[in-house]
């Protein structure tokens, strides 16, 4: 486990409008005293983070994007830079989610130019990395997840990895109302940590937080929190829903 508490990261995918988002933040805001040790962020779309981010300015709420590229300006049509970010006080990024990898062919050397990117501007990449139910089913989800997560690392061998976080997320897991059990996520975690501690050594693989993600609710949060090597979540749908998500930052303060 890392310390200073669990990371609860909000993804809120494309859902967003100006009233919803506004009601949402607000609702998180009136509980935002009872976070403890647990840190919350939120990742809206792109177009909502310059309102969300003056919403919570000066709260324990940070402010995350689902995506950001590894150029700081040109013609880079769609995309977002990590300096502009950085002017709406951004301090993560979601990179490589599974639904950028299989919808917008996002390679892993996309995936880890952008966490460099963003490791470059201090802000803090949150990698995505899981493997498909085929492939659990066959027995090599390690495999799979270790090669998604050393091919990003290994592109900055020659850099200092700064802070960064790694979210686990089975794809079969995503928005299906299955989670992963809290033993599964836990010994994939276990060997992520180890992963991360054979590339950058004992003292980085400590500090990095390993968070998991796939059909969190407040229902198994605990069980998922109770894990040594699970030190937060990335929540998709309850994210939405202020009730849900302040249930499971609960959940990650006790
Ligand atoms: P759900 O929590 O909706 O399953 O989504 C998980 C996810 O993809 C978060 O990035």
């Known amino acids: 486990m890392v310390s200073g508490g669990k990371l609860v990261v909000g993804n809120w995918k494309m859902n967003s ?4 988002d506004g009601a949402l933040v607000g609702q998180l805001l009136r509980s935002a005293g ?20 003056e919403m919570v300015a000066g709260s324990p709420i940070a402010v995350g994007a689902q995506n950001v590229h590894w150029e700081e300006k040109g013609a880079f049509t769609g995309e977002i830079s990590p300096s502009m970010l950085r002017n709406y006080s951004v301090t993560y990024a979601i990179v490589g989610h599974s639904e950028r990898r299989a919808l917008f062919g996002e ?3 996309a995936v880890a130019r952008r966490f460099w ?8 990449p949150i990698l995505c990395v899981g493997e498909s139910g085929e492939e659990r089913n066959l027995g090599v989800q390690n495999a799979i997840v270790e090669s ?3 091919a990003v690392l290994r592109a900055g061998e020659a ?16 928005g299906t109302g299955k989670s992963a059990s809290a033993a599964d996520a836990q010994a994939m975690h276990r060997h992520l940590r180890s992963v991360v501690e054979d590339v950058f050594g004992e003292g980085i693989a ?15 949060a605990a069980d998922l929190f109770a894990e040594k090597d699970i030190d937060g979540a990335l929540v998709g749908g309850a994210s939405l829903v202020a009730g849900e998500f302040l249930a499971i930052i609960s959940a990650a303060a006790n």
């Open 17 to 20: 409008s100006p009233a919803a």
């Open 34 to 53: 009872s976070f403890g040790a647990a840190s919350a962020v939120v990742c809206p779309p792109f177009i909502a983070i310059p309102a969300v981010a």
């Open 107 to 109: 390679t892993d050397a």
């Open 117 to 124: 990117a963003a490791v470059g501007a201090s802000i803090v």
């Open 148 to 150: 998604q997560l050393r």
């Open 159 to 174: 850099g200092s990895p700064g802070k960064f976080a790694v979210a686990y997320e089975p794809i079969w897991a995503i």
């Open 206 to 220: 400590k500090r990095t937080p390993l968070l998991y993600g796939g059909s969190v609710s407040r229902h198994g």
